[in-house]
């Protein structure tokens, strides 16, 4: 029987997390765009929901967020991230709206309300560098709760990468965990959201497979 630790982020009891994230520079200088299909999503639920504003916390340099800007003249965005990252897409495309923020601490962002409104989040490929990512995720139910459409997340599944059995830490030393999808959704839940998907999704466009996970999150209207 797998036992879930809620002390843990909801991970098997037992498994070793890392207790230091390294700093992730996004400078993948090779052809292979990682969770490829998740961008896409975030801009297919923002048209379904008649949203025109992306608000993308851990942007890294943006280069998913700008390739959605190509595809939609009329896209409006927010990248959120700090460090060398933010600095780099500041002064690279300095027109855009950028916000310096830690994702281990943040919980709200100064952000107009009408643009929150207007908006769908996209947070990929970030919650396993975090020592602490229910900082993060608080962020995402504060979007929501002030009007922001949906949010899609993704993150690595452990069970279809190296197996549910592999305990940690994770191949990847800028990865803190990586989550089952079992553990990942009882993360989620452990939140007040309404997770309206959750499935899989490709790792990379280069024949990786569908090893990422990839959750959307509603607002969670109590009943009356």
Known sequence: MTILDATAHYLTLGYRQRHE????????????????????????VARAHSRSTIIDLGCGRA??????????SRLKTVGVDHGDNIEWCRHHFPGLAWLKA????????????????????????????????????????????????????????RDRRVGAGHMGPPLNPAHVREWTCQEFRAFLSSFPVHIERFDLTRSDDAGGGMTTQLAVLARLVEKS
Request: overall charge negative; aromatic content about 6%; some cysteine.
């Open 21 to 44: 994230a390294r700093y992730f520079l996004d400078e993948d200088a090779t052809s292979v765009t990682w969770q490829p299909d998740v961008y896409p999503e975030a801009l297919a």
């Open 63 to 72: 280069g998913k967020l700008m390739a959605l800007c190509q595809t939609d």
């Open 102 to 157: 830690d994702l281990e601490s943040t919980t709200e962002l100064p952000l107009p309300p009408e643009r929150v409104a207007d908006s769908v989040v996209v947070c990929s490929d970030v919650l396993e560098h975090l020592v602490n990512p229910r900082a993060a995720v608080d962020l995402i139910v504060w979007l929501l709760d002030r009007g922001a459409a949906r949010a899609v997340l993704s993150t690595p599944a």
